[in-house]
């Protein structure tokens, strides 16, 4: 039985790895530190799997459980403290530099839970409805979060970046 259930966690894990991965880097906006959140998710995830079994939707289950490790982790004072072992480049400006980058360099800058409705709703194309029960939040708070990140997002990368025109 316990041979089965570890079978069953290792192959869940094999197969949703990748987007669990792509997830938390999105949310982190470090590789780095989204492995960590997936570990640390991961773990978690091993001591309930047993339970898990009874759960109407894994993916939903898991997503909430990295968002919870994620938001959780944000809260702690080292996570604002950022590690480097040179200076770093200054940015390059102009039509070579990749938007997404600069998007995921924008998305840092909002709080955490701001980026976790953006990253859920629009890099991960859920409802306000699935993103509400994800956080545990309303869906009208889904909205205004919503609204005010992508406000905040306007002002740091100017207007003309969510609409396709050039400054």
């Known amino acids: 039985m316990r041979e089965e259930l570890e079978r069953e ?17 999105l949310l982190t906006g470090d590789f780095h530190r989204g492995d960590d959140i997936v570990q640390s998710t991961a773990a978690d995830l091993y001591t309930r799997w047993k339970h898990v079994g009874r759960v109407e939707h894994v993916d939903a ?47 840092r800058t909002l709080p955490a839970r701001q980026r976790a409705v953006l990253v ?4 991960c194309d859920l409802p306000v409805a699935e993103v509400a029960v994800t956080l545990g939040i309303a869906e ?3 909205k205004s979060q919503t609204s005010d990140g992508l406000a905040a997002l306007r002002r740091h990368l100017g207007n003309d970046a969510f609409t396709g025109r050039t400054a």
């Open 61 to 107: 289950y898991v997503r909430k459980m990295l968002l919870r490790t994620f938001l959780r982790e944000e809260r702690k004072p080292w996570a604002r403290v950022r590690l480097t072992a040179t200076l770093p480049e200054r940015p390059v400006t102009g039509p070579a530099v990749d938007e997404a980058m600069t998007v995921r360099a924008a998305l």
């Open 9 to 25: 966690y290792v192959e869940y894990l094999r197969l949703r790895m990748p987007q669990l991965r792509r997830l938390a880097a």
């Open 140 to 142: 009208g708070t889904v």
């Open 120 to 123: 859920l709703r629009f890099l």
